[in-house]
């Protein structure tokens, strides 16, 4: 009888790992999140051969792309938006974030550029269309919330379309206005629903910002970050990721925090004359966290 109870439980207990293991291996699986790629970081040689320079990506590892420089005339680097969206589908890849130039409609010219970004963020799937600088006034508090009405306005249009708006920074937006910055305006003003926040780690910690302080202060708004490493020896410099000062494992820690659902390496700087090589490096030890 003991034997016969020890069989049945021993069964029952077979029975229950061989449902929990799996869903724990996929809730595990499911954390693994996509290493995307700004592809600013190929800027030198991106135009020159848009086909294999999409082609040697996907081969790295990548399995998101960033866009950027779009306009209705050149495309995506002479690619209309359908041949692009082939492109990418023929390499296994996706591109849920554009840099497009908002200058235009931050400014008050209209929202044609806008309607046009939409169009063809639509064709290739983006999921984004993001603010990738602010060329226009910005010096005070005031011109930061006006801006700030603009990205809502900016959202708005996106969302009718399936699409949302992001803002990504550079270095100015830390500028201090009281007890606040251009950033931390924009955050506050901004609705939470129609705008989205890029961050770009390496420009946070150069103006002496800790990420982790930005996460815990505006939880679930940078949904989207650029991982760029700062030169150890040269703020103004980056290195492949890994190799320079910026603690990446702490700030990978709270993603949760951060509401992360897109990252993109990206390199202003190469030391290297082997473009591909240096994001390749980049990817490898990101593709570790």
Not at 68 to 89: C, P
Not at 159 to 173: C, P, Q, R, V
Request: hydrophobic share 35%.
């Amino acid at each position: 009888m003991n034997s016969r109870r020890a069989f049945i439980k021993q069964t029952s207990l077979l029975a229950a790992s061989a449902v929990i293991i799996p869903s724990f291996a996929n809730c595990m699986y499911s954390q693994k999140r996509a290493v995307g790629l700004q592809l600013y970081s190929l800027r030198d040689i991106i135009g020159k051969d848009i086909t294999g320079i999409i082609e040697k990506v996907a081969g790295i590892g990548y399995k998101e792309v960033e866009t950027y420089g779009y306009n209705r005339k050149d495309g995506f680097w002479g690619l209309d938006a359908k041949a692009f969206a082939n492109l990418l589908k023929q390499n296994g890849l996706k591109s849920p974030s554009g840099h497009f130039d908002m200058d235009g409609f931050i400014s008050g010219k209209g929202s044609d550029s806008l309607k046009s970004y939409i169009e063809a963020a639509n064709i290739i799937d983006c999921k984004y269309i993001t603010v990738p600088y602010l060329g226009g006034q910005r010096k005070t508090a005031d011109d930061y919330k006006r801006i700030a009405n603009k990205l809502n306005e900016a959202g708005t249009l996106c969302k009718a379309s399936g699409l949302k708006l992001a803002y990504h920074n550079h270095d100015f937006e830390f500028a201090k206005f009281g007890d606040t910055t251009g950033l931390g305006i924009m955050l506050d003003e901004s609705d939470k629903n129609l705008v989205d926040f890029e961050l770009d780690i390496y420009w946070a910690v150069r103006s002496g910002v800790d990420p982790l302080t930005l996460f815990k202060a505006h939880p679930k708004r940078f949904t989207m970050w650029h991982v760029k490493d700062m030169d150890k020896s040269n703020k103004n410099l980056n290195t492949e990721i890994g190799q320079g000062a910026i603690d990446f494992k702490s700030i990978f820690a709270e993603a949760k925090s951060s509401g992360l659902k897109h990252l993109f390496v990206e390199h202003e700087t190469n030391y290297k004359p082997d473009q591909m090589g240096s994001v390749k490096t980049s990817f490898d030890y990101v593709n570790t966290l």
